[in-house]
């Protein structure tokens, strides 16, 4: 098991989850495989706003106190959601029923209540999390567009671009469903990023459960995994070769793992530990990943305290 350490760098790292661009032909291919292009997205947005990096790093430092001095919520959190869709065809006109089954999914993920939650092996028993904290629709806004496509740009969150600007963006989650294109299933901004681009994207192709959502990303685990990074998580690999996701109860991972990996999968960090492939903040397919840890529930809660990043979330 790691120790939770901190580092001003690895607070840099803003979360875009994608695959790697792609022709059309390749696209079906890279379907089989869930992706990141973080340090890309990073890299633009430190240009963009230099003040990014510190913003960060003071974030990391008041979770990782926060964590340590047990400063963390009492009580439950309900977060309204406001899903912004963006269509140019039927399917990405996505129905209100698939939208709701999102949010379905959100709720049983972050509150242990997915049947396949009593999967979690026993070597991880002890740990698995309950986060406790529920969503609800509160409104969704459509808007036609010629786009074929938006990228990871935020352009679907600016109107001037063409796209839909978020709606009370300190006091509800936006999700904008649209064609992010280039085989990308989604991203999210980490806390410390622009209010005016605050949320999570998602491809309508990989957004809920029902309509146009695409196996084997069709669970509605994109989402839980970006609203994840959205909390404050981190890849349970650290973005590097047995790195640090700055949470004590999650394995040593070599890397990002896909599919469905057999169970026990031995990293071969230092100790060779078991792997939690199941964990939500890994790469396998939504069928292969059930479960948060306390640990990370512990990360989540801290930036809903009094002077945490969303804090605003829980008044």
């Not at 803003?14 to 973080?38: P, V």
């Not at 430092?61 to 959190?77: E, H, P, Q, Y």
């Not at 479960?291 to 989540?300: D, H, L, P, W």
Request: aromatic share 8%; hydrophobic share 40%; net charge neutral.
């Amino acid at each position: 098991m790691k120790k939770l350490l901190l580092s001003a760098a690895a607070a840099l790292l803003l979360f875009s989850c994608q695959k790697d661009n792609a022709t059309e032909e390749q696209t079906a291919s890279l379907a089989a495989h869930r992706g990141c292009a973080s340090h890309e997205v990073l890299e633009r947005q430190l240009k963009e706003n230099p003040a990014l990096a510190s913003r960060m790093a003071e974030i990391e430092k008041f979770t990782n106190d926060a964590v340590k001095n047990g400063r963390l919520v009492n009580g439950k959190i309900e977060i309204p959601v406001v899903v912004n869709v963006l269509y140019r065809t039927a399917a990405e006109n996505i129905s209100l029923t698939q939208i709701q089954s999102q949010i379905d999914v959100l709720n049983k993920d972050f509150n242990a209540l997915n049947s396949d939650f009593n999967q979690v092996p026993t070597l991880f028993s002890g740990v698995k999390a309950n986060v406790g904290i529920s969503f609800v629709l509160d409104q969704v806004i459509r808007k036609s567009t010629t786009k074929t496509s938006w990228g990871t740009r935020d352009a679907m969150k600016k109107s001037k671009q063409g796209g839909i600007d978020p709606t009370s963006p300190t006091t509800k989650l936006n999700i904008w469903s649209c064609t992010i294109g280039g085989g990308i299933l989604g991203y999210a901004q980490f806390p410390g990023g622009s209010s005016a681009t605050d949320g999570v994207v998602i491809d309508a192709k990989y957004f809920g459960l029902a309509g146009s959502a695409a196996a084997p990303y069709n669970l509605g685990r994109t989402a839980t995994h970006e609203v994840g990074h959205w909390m404050n998580l981190r890849h349970i690999w650290g973005d590097a070769t047995c790195g640090n996701d700055f949470v004590a109860d999650t394995p040593l991972h070599n890397t990002a793992n896909y599919g469905v990996p057999a169970y026990p999968h031995y990293s071969t960090c230092a100790g060779t530990p078991v792997e939690m492939t199941m964990n939500y903040m890994d790469y396998t397919d939504d069928a292969g990943m059930y479960m948060f840890s306390a640990g990370q529930k512990a990360r989540i809660d801290a930036i809903f305290v009094s002077g945490g990043a969303r804090y605003s979330f829980a008044q």
